[in-house]
């Protein structure tokens, strides 16, 4: 039986019960109120993992990249969460991509946990839902979390918020858009790998992206909740996924950058998550209050003036933060 | 000379002053104080537009269609402004994509105006960027104007919320991946365009995806911010861009779906959207008064305390709403 109660799920989740971590996860997607329960009790353990962001464009060797890691860690006895950020399918609302198949073989491994989810168009974005599933599995005991994401856009960006070391995989090359995609991809690496690394010119490919990016930890981050600050050009490396050539430099990699970051709230990257985590809880509470109780209906009537272009948003939310101000409950 | 004043750059942007537009898109794009000002000013002069959408992945041919477009509403007399979301350069910052290059072919005719802009980190995300530039050129008396992006994740869900009528492009099958992108992308579909269809397979590739389609009208819509209802199913329609092929049948089916939809505030897009504006500026605002004057302090050892994991992000965001209640300036 799984606990229905979120104190109780959450102290079986931490136990060991893996059905109890997967409700949690699932709360945690959905955003239900079993996720803040639940969060509220996990959060405070975590904070010794490793999370590690995994993306590039598709076509790149994403998952079997992933399940060369998971082989690597497991054989210095490392237990490894993964949570897969996928598009959601149009019907069922869920994550698309074949995780189930992955998750079976694995099954007689409970240091190995993979879990998809999908990637829906909330409010605030996937940092903050990424960032919560990453902490659930921190907090009962997988060491390595990987958070893998598929796309080519804003997802990653977010998603790479969400980690301590990202990871950009490089792609053949597809044409003009591909390119662009690509460079703003490398703009949140700490870790570049050039996989497929038995295809011919993929040294190549290595060397010019070396090139390319000489210079451009010294580069001015971009403004914003996602800013990442990157103290050095990231390294680039060449893996063959498939057999596995390679894996145990990237594995070096991870850990020499892991152990290059300042610890706790002086790391930045972590008080940036932290923040960004406030933040996004801290919209949804002042939604909730004002689409709530006895101001629902003046925020209905300021949304549906600037809907009408009788108002500007601007002036919009400044009353409804003089609204938030005044009663309360 | 172009004023400096954003009351007098706003004005003359209305009296059809092209460079005095462009430099508040670009306020609009960084974010800065004038753009709010211009805005202010702005917003309640549009929403005489048709805000038209245009996404798909990759090598589908956006850019071309696009142009076939612009072609065939200036044929009818109408002015078009394009805003093209797009990934940002590492280095510079700004959108990578050839849009220069676009602009130039139409640089004798000031009905068109093409803007691209760089898909930042932005919490909060892309939707309130391209919604607030879309007022501006909606204001400015273009009455279609079409939001461009390329990619294939969260950002085109988030574009689509600005939009009145979502088109997504097909490309040519790719793989698992890309197929689960494709049906993310066909969430938010309103018009469905298979490009290209000079190709063999478009009409084929067409009849799988109505069928595929069928009853998505009626599929419950996803939870968050972005929900747009969808009341039927969309339309597939092929075209081949690069010759007009298909372009004005495309035409006739943007202005039913905008026939079909309620006017003013009754239209839940249109509601939906300017609710994400006001959430969007509410978000900032509330943490610019966290993150400014006397609540600074307290605010930063609130947020360090979750980034040590000595404090749940749901009990600081709690800790800061009481802050803002109490005081203020």
């Excluded at 989740?13 to 996720?35: F, H, M, S, Y």
């Excluded at 989810?117 to 390595?144: E, I, K, Q, W, Y």
Aim: neutral net charge; glycine residues 12%; aromatic residues 2%.
């Amino acid at each position: 039986m799984i606990p229905a109660d979120p104190d109780a799920l959450a102290q079986a989740a931490l136990g060991g019960d893996r059905r109890a971590l997967a409700r949690i996860l699932t709360a945690v997607e959905n955003r239900t109120p079993a996720a803040e329960a639940a969060l509220r009790i996990l959060y405070p353990k975590a904070g010794r993992a490793h999370l590690v962001g995994i993306t590039g464009p598709p076509g790149s060797g994403k998952s079997t990249l992933v399940s060369a890691i998971i082989a690597n860690a497991r054989e210095a006895g490392r237990a490894v969460g993964v949570v897969a950020v996928a598009p959601s399918s149009p019907i069922t609302g869920g994550a698309l991509l074949g995780d189930r198949v992955r998750m079976q073989s694995y099954a007689g491994d409970s240091s190995v946990f993979i879990r998809s989810m999908a990637a829906r168009g909330h409010a605030g974005g996937l940092a903050p839902t990424s960032t919560a599933a990453a902490a659930v599995l921190d907090a009962c005991g997988f060491d390595l979390v990987l958070l893998e994401t598929v796309g080519t856009g804003q997802s990653e960006v977010e998603v790479a918020a969400a980690a301590d070391t990202t990871v950009v995989l490089e792609a053949p090359e597809m044409g003009d858009e591909v390119q662009a995609i690509k460079a703003g991809l490398l703009e949140v690496a700490d870790i570049v790998v050039v996989n497929k690394g038995d295809r011919p010119g993929a040294q190549r490919t290595a060397s010019q992206l070396r090139a390319m990016l000489v210079g451009s930890g010294r580069v001015g981050r971009r403004e914003g909740s996602n800013d990442r600050p990157r103290p050095k050009e990231p390294e680039v490396l060449v893996t063959t996924a498939t057999t596995g050539d390679g894996v145990p430099e990237l594995m070096a990699a991870l850990a020499r950058h892991r152990q290059g970051r300042p610890s706790g709230a002086d790391d930045p990257t972590r008080r940036a998550r932290a923040a960004a985590q406030v933040w996004a809880i801290l919209g949804d509470r002042v939604r909730a209050e004002l689409e709530g109780g006895s101001r629902v209906a003046t925020t209905e009537a300021v949304i549906r003036e600037v809907a009408e272009h009788r108002l500007d948003p601007f002036g919009a939310a400044d009353r409804l933060l003089a609204t938030l101000r005044t009663g309360g409950q």
